[in-house]
């Protein structure tokens, strides 16, 4: 695995509708690698390996978006208030470091609160000005800001960073481009998508677009492997790449999932199976474009989704990539 592709993809700067920066360090990656290789009027990365016209069109979808605030407005004190970009829970942004695209950083803090949950509304985002006036002089109202990029490893096997939620599966689509034979059977379309933690929006006009025979997502997926959780979820980190049943945007084609764990068996790929009772994913959106395609949906494992601290484990990641590779031959 080309770990340093991994760095660049997670540390680009990317709330959802401004993906430009993810888009470049792909868009790099793959230069040379595909016979082409687009972005659409949405921003959709669209890279395309030609089958030899015996097989069938397969897309491929991962986005590059990730969970952000945008500015409403400053307070005479210099205080961004803001608003949520995508599935936030303000509790696990106090304190955390955001940074906006021009480099301008952050701290987020809260309203005092006696009773309850923190709300977006109650957060606001210190960049140290001390008027309304210096804070827009720094920021513009509409501007966004994301966590600031920050790696760990953990163990052997796990890494740590704020925007796995997707960039993981950027990195796995990547990876399985990169690595196709010159002659393939089937074409297929990798899409890099935008502003998915806002509605699946950029897999569903890339969808109606691409016109696929199959469609496969990759994400990442919530786990029941830690302490105390409200819903035991089936999932564990470490033991291999999950296979998508359902989750509040599909139900995943029963003949995809079934391929899927044919394919598994065969060549030893450890995977587990997901069911997901919250969130949606791009298939949801590839599934139902046009007549209906049958869609399925690669997932890797993953802790703390949408907090700073997202956690995934580097086996799961390489069986993702064998299993999305199987499925694409
Ligand atoms: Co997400
Ligand atoms: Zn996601």
Redesign the pocket.
Known sequence: MNMQLLYDILAGYGPSGCEGRVRAVIERALEGHVDSLETDVMGNLIAVKKGDGTGRRIMLSS?MDHIGLAVIDADKHGFLRVCNVGGIRAQKLISGHVVFENGVCGVVGADEKVKGDVTVSELYVDIGAQSREEALSMVSIGDMCVMQPRFSRLGEHRIASPAM??RIACFVQAEVMLSLPEKTRNEIVAVFSVQ?EVGLRGATTAAYAVNPDLGIAI??TGVGDVPKVATKLPVSLGKGAAVKIMDRSLICTPSVVAMMEKLAEERNIPVQREVLPYGG?DAGAIQKTRGGVPSGVVSIPCRYIHSEAETVDLRDVRAAIELVAACVE
């Open positions: 986005h939620d997707d998915e994400d990442v994913t």
